[in-house]
T-cell receptor
């Protein structure tokens, strides 16, 4: 049973470009969570999605960031017009139900030049 | 004040030592408590999950929750070099929010 998959594992963007991060949850999991980890900091919650629905986006910056989890395909975290402060590791987690047993993927490390 | 406080360390111990890792929190509504282990450049891996107060043991790992003191601990017995990693505490208030609040993480090094 494959774990949570994220791609790309590393992403380099120049300021002003767009970044798209993908997350495929574990088989049978329909709940997806995105977290951001800045250097020397813990993980910060960004958004919680269920298939085709955003359940909680209280941790998402108001501008430039969006997330979706379509009926078919992976969850996407999209960052428009990236700035250097967006450089971080972005982790996706999934769970089989609306609970706290979240299993994390390996992360996508975004570097903005 | 952060909702969850965790000493970042680093904590260095000899192989075989008992390790104690701790977090304090301010939100009395937290009921679900977790410990994750994160190796360098990897994703967090769930180690322990507890609900409300009490102890839970799994092999060499023991998790304790003291809600009256807003204090949680993770003990590692007979520590091994392979335990060298960053340990993150996480917690949430309700079972259906999905939102985990993490501590900063404690970096542990177990020396052979």
């Amino acid at each position: 049973n494959a774990g949570v998959m994220q791609n790309p594992r590393h992403l380099v963007r120049r300021r002003g470009q767009e970044a798209r991060l993908r997350c495929s949850p574990m088989k049978g999991h329909s709940h997806v969570y995105w977290y951001r980890q800045l250097p020397e900091e813990g993980l910060k919650f960004m958004v919680y999605l269920q298939k085709e629905n955003i359940i909680d986006e209280s941790g998402m910056p108001k501008e430039r960031f969006s997330a979706e989890f379509p009926k078919e395909g992976p969850s996407i975290l999209r960052i428009q017009q990236v700035v250097r402060g967006d450089s971080a590791a972005y982790f996706c987690a999934s769970s089989p139900d609306r609970g706290e047993t979240q299993y994390f993927g390996p992360g996508t490390r975004l570097l903005v030049l | 004040q952060k909702e969850v406080e965790q000493d970042p360390g680093p904590l260095s111990v000899p192989e075989g030592a008992i390790v104690s890792l701790n977090c304090t929190y301010s939100n009395s509504a937290f009921q679900y408590f977790m410990w994750y282990r994160q190796y360098s450049r990897k994703g967090p891996e769930l180690l322990m999950y507890t609900y409300s107060s009490g102890n839970k043991e799994d092999g060499r790992f023991t998790a304790q929750v003291d809600k009256s003191s807003k204090y949680i601990s993770l003990f590692i017995r007979d520590s091994q070099p392979s335990d060298s990693a960053t340990y993150l505490c996480a917690m949430s208030a309700q079972s259906n929010t999905g939102k985990l609040i993490f501590g900063q993480g404690t970096t542990l090094q177990v020396k052979p």
